[in-house]
């Protein structure tokens, strides 16, 4: 415990002398992060408030801070909703790249997490890597039934150095958040724990593996589209071995051509293929950079490294495909609808202020042919919108942004002519029609009303956990006056719908008995020479049409 504390003590002031270093001094005084004394060693710093050099700066500190710093900034480059433009473009060149560790620690590593010497688990084993990252190495080797195998090995310590980084992080975190109103705003601590989740589970190679076999299942009736196979026997939470794909990177665009391959093909296919992912699935490869990517014979796709991974809840494979289809309409208040939707808009969003702001974006892109509308670019805009309104978007939004970013660049190469957003409204239309559907709509319903009147039947027991806790002297409330108007809104429409919901159960319940009793009474259902059940049957679907209508007509489901 004390070795811990040293060495995180010792690495917690090895990075703020690094941002030191690196001209930092003004921001981690204003965050909180340093005294004023430890500040005024650089009294003499001038402040600098060129956003690019800020970047310039930030690109360079994070290198030397090493791999969780890096991966931290390439993080932070997808966030166009939190971070400058100007910045964003100095994160975005930032490399994970590394020098080599010895093959005696890669065969170590080998033999300490499969149990076997390296000669009895591989016929050969290439002890020059193939390639060379910040967390890991991928060496080629031979198994004894005959397969090519690329073999990804992490490096010796890496899950301690990033433990006690992380731990860093959020203490850092949490003063950014107490000190700063903008840390408060967008909830830092949030961020950061998300950021520590997602690389600890980059970190576990089990999860990339199982990442690779469930995009395998997704794909599995698509032969244009090939997963790498992964030998479990030979992997672990440190070592990854999968089968070697043998084809072209999908940016050698010269051999690709004199290998005679269909490059308008690959690209129609790489399209499909991710947007089937993202709106079929909604899970979805999140980094398709020309290295993840390789062309075999027959013009089949193949992925490979499936360590950063996008995930869409089914609200926001929705909510994106809506967004695409107010984009291409053109209407801000549709698209301000559904970042509503998607709950980032609260009550101190300047409603006129967006709504002017992105009437300006519809008029960058007023006329444009949607052939020649880059949806990249649409999104990193709305980002920036985002950004200046302070809304924080989804960061699954944000991986998927960069990743049809990324995606852009690599098929702009492929076919110069095509464009992803022909590829992508097919996908955005199927699934509204299905969202739309008879059974959909129903089963929503359904769930609705469920929901309501478990909500309606809690009530009593609600009441009395109340009353008996005003009685004690323990009822507390914690009210903001700022979201009071807001609150009772909700509470209004809630209350309106339960009670239209038990009027229309009523009623159901009283027509039911109608029919029942007029059945074993064999009696005409005749009321002043209306057929009374048939009335009713009119009534109660038109009640429950009006509910759905309602409920729909919300957007909040």
Partial sequence: MIKISIRRTYRFQEIVNTFLKNGFSHVLFRLGITERRAAAVMKNEPMDTNLQHIGQKLNRTLQELGPTFIKLGQIASTRRDLVPAEIIRELEKLQDHAEPFAF?????????????????????????????????????????????????????????????????????????????????????????????????????????????????????????????????????????????????????????????????????????????QVLDHGFFHGDPHPGNIYIMPGNVISFIDFGMIGVLDDNLKLQFAKLIMQLEQGSTKGIIKVLDAMGVLNDETDIKGLEKDLASLKTKYYDVPLQNMSLGDIFMDLFAVAYRHQILIPSEITVLGKTILTLEGLISKLDPNMSIMDGVEPFGKKLIREYYSPTSLLKTAWESVSENAEILANIPRDFKEIST?????????????????????????????????????????????????????????????????????????????????????SGRM
Wanted: charged share 25%.
């Fill in 469 to 553: 806790a005003a009685k004690k002297g323990k009822l507390k409330l914690d009210i903001n006056l700022r979201q009071t108007s807001f609150i009772l809104r909700r509470m209004d429409i809630i209350s309106n719908r339960l009670a239209f919901s038990v009027i229309l159960l009523a009623f159901s319940i009283l027509m039911t008995g109608l029919i029942i009793g007029s059945a074993i009474a064999g009696q005409s259902n005749m009321l002043m020479k209306l057929p009374v059940i048939e009335v009713g049957a009119i009534i109660a679907l038109l009640m429950f049409a009006f509910l759905l209508f309602s409920i729909f007509r």
């Fill in 104 to 276: 005696e620690e890669v065969q170590q590593i080998i033999e300490t997490e499969l149990g076997k010497p390296i000669n009895e688990l591989f016929e050969s084993f290439n002890d020059k890597p193939m390639a060379t990252a910040s967390i890991g190495q991928v060496h080629a080797a031979f198994l004894y039934s005959g397969e090519k195998v690329a073999v990804k090995v992490q490096r010796p310590d890496i899950r301690q150095t990033v433990d006690t980084d992380l731990s860093i992080l959020k203490e850092i975190a949490s003063i950014v958040e107490n000190n700063t109103e903008w840390g408060k705003l967008y909830g830092v601590r949030d961020i950061i724990n998300e950021f520590c989740d997602s690389l600890l589970s980059e970190l576990d190679y089990e999860n990339e593996g199982r990442n690779a076999e469930r995009i395998s299942r997704q794909v599995k009736k698509d032969s244009t589209v090939y997963i790498p196979e992964i030998y479990w026997e030979y992997s672990s939470k440190k070592v990854l071995t999968m089968e070697m794909i043998e084809g072209i990177k999908s940016n050698n665009i010269e051999l690709l051509d004199a290998e005679g391959y269909d490059r308008e093909l690959v690209a129609r296919k790489l399209v499909h293929s991710m947007f089937s």
